[in-house]
């Protein structure tokens, strides 16, 4: 059985005026446009969430673009495809826009989409480079690092540290060390695609990468509080050593898979396509709040589209706090 501890779950949002700032992430998003998927579903239950309460920036949390990232020659369709057809509530408009024959008129100028590349977008060779470089012309505010580990101020106090996973664990962990410690903070989320939790990895073979990154973070000597992937199809929450951070998984951005054996340390898990939803909570002192949203397997046609499956409260400290625990299969 996975604890999952669980606070205002049901579809009651809370109020929107106690957050200081706000985002959605969701990753996993990029099936092809000959698939049947459900990234509509998931992108009109996104829509219905902002609407009851409005975010500033969209987080994608990698596989952007399937099966083997973003080519050349399907620019135009894929874009339109993944990103402004099912997200033109949160897309500006780029100059070459006009090439993607949308119907996507963005009513006001939104806050950035950022965005972390995973395993899919690295199998063709230009995927990386075009969606760090390209993507842009026709998405204003899409915005992939060209750096492997990068770090991004959201607000004042906040910071995304964002890293291209299939990068890193190949690489030098120091260098997410160095960014860790470098991000003023005092808030710090970490983004990635492949989940960075000690003991996780051992289907992809890279659970003995990804304990040298978590011990990488560990000697930073700060606390990340928040630890944000995609790469598993559904949504899963960690809590992760001494109750000292939250890791969410919430990879179901087009279709759901069953949920696998993984550490310890998880307390929940649904097999559910969905996504986060993380604010800062405008609090003294302040609060970090993370919900687990489920979204219907089909696009809605009326009402309560979704489901808040967990919520969580995380302190500057890292402790991980909630109030009326729940048990979930």
């Given at each position: 059985?996975l604890?999952?501890?669980?606070?205002?779950?049901?579809?009651?949002?809370?109020?929107?005026?106690?957050?200081?700032?706000?985002?959605?992430?969701l990753?996993?998003?990029?099936?092809?446009?000959?698939?049947?998927?459900?990234?509509?579903?998931?992108a009109?239950?996104l829509?219905?969430?902002?609407q009851?309460r409005?975010?500033?920036?969209?987080?994608l949390?990698g596989?952007?673009?399937?099966p083997?990232?973003?080519?050349r020659g399907?620019?135009?369709?894929?874009?339109?495809?993944?990103?402004?057809s099912?997200?033109?509530?949160?897309?500006?408009?780029?100059p070459?826009?006009?090439?993607?024959?949308?119907?996507?008129?963005p009513?006001?100028k939104r806050g950035?989409?950022w965005?972390?590349?995973?395993?899919?977008?690295?199998e063709?060779?230009?995927s990386a480079?075009?969606?760090r470089?390209v993507?842009?012309?026709?998405?204003?505010?899409?915005?992939?690092?060209?750096e492997?580990?990068?770090?991004r101020?959201?607000?004042?106090?906040?910071?995304?540290?964002?890293?291209?996973?299939?990068?890193?664990l190949?690489?030098d962990?120091a260098?997410?060390?160095?960014?860790?410690?470098?991000?003023?903070?005092?808030?710090?989320?970490?983004?990635?695609?492949i989940?960075l939790?000690?003991?996780?990895?051992?289907?992809?073979?890279v659970?003995?990468?990804?304990h040298?990154?978590?011990?990488?973070?560990?000697r930073?000597?700060?606390?990340?509080?928040?630890?944000l992937?995609?790469?598993?199809h559904?949504?899963?929450?960690?809590?992760?050593?001494?109750?000292?951070?939250?890791?969410?998984?919430?990879?179901?951005?087009s279709n759901a898979?069953k949920?696998h054996?993984?550490?310890?340390n998880?307390?929940?898990?649904?097999?559910s396509?969905?996504?986060?939803?993380?604010?800062?909570?405008?609090?003294?002192?302040?609060r970090?709040?993370?919900?687990?949203?489920?979204?219907?397997?089909l696009?809605?046609?009326?009402a309560?589209?979704i489901?808040?499956?967990?919520?969580?409260?995380?302190?500057l400290?890292g402790?991980?706090?909630a109030?009326?625990?729940?048990?979930?299969?």
């Amino acid at each position: 059985m996975l604890a999952a501890f669980a606070i205002g779950c049901g579809n009651d949002p809370g109020p929107r005026g106690d957050e200081r700032y706000a985002f959605l992430a969701l990753g996993d998003t990029g099936l092809p446009p000959s698939s049947h998927d459900g990234q509509r579903a998931v992108a009109s239950a996104l829509a219905f969430e902002d609407q009851l309460r409005p975010v500033e920036s969209l987080v994608l949390l990698g596989d952007n673009f399937y099966p083997r990232g973003l080519e050349r020659g399907e620019l135009a369709q894929r874009i339109r495809h993944n990103l402004v057809s099912p997200y033109c509530r949160f897309v500006s408009l780029g100059p070459r826009s006009t090439e993607l024959d949308t119907s996507c008129s963005p009513t006001r100028k939104r806050g950035p989409i950022w965005a972390v590349l995973g395993n899919h977008d690295h199998e063709d060779p230009e995927s990386a480079l075009l969606q760090r470089t390209v993507v842009g012309d026709f998405v204003a505010n899409w915005h992939v690092p060209a750096e492997s580990v990068a770090v991004r101020s959201l607000a004042a106090g906040i910071q995304l540290i964002l890293v291209d996973s299939q990068e890193l664990l190949r690489g030098d962990p120091a260098r997410l060390a160095r960014a860790v410690a470098e991000a003023p903070g005092p808030w710090r989320i970490l983004v990635a695609h492949i989940p960075l939790v000690a003991g996780y990895g051992e289907r992809d073979g890279v659970t003995e990468a990804i304990h040298g990154v978590t011990e990488a973070i560990a000697r930073s000597g700060v606390p990340v509080q928040l630890t944000l992937a995609g790469h598993e199809h559904n949504l899963q929450a960690f809590v992760l050593e001494d109750r000292k951070g939250l890791a969410i998984i919430a990879g179901g951005g087009s279709n759901a898979r069953k949920i696998h054996p993984g550490p310890g340390n998880r307390v929940f898990a649904e097999e559910s396509r969905g996504f986060a939803r993380v604010a800062i909570l405008a609090t003294e002192p302040e609060r970090m709040r993370v919900e687990l949203i489920a979204a219907p397997k089909l696009e809605w046609p009326g009402a309560a589209p979704i489901r808040r499956v967990a919520t969580y409260e995380v302190a500057l400290s890292g402790d991980v706090n909630a109030s009326g625990p729940s048990v979930r299969p």
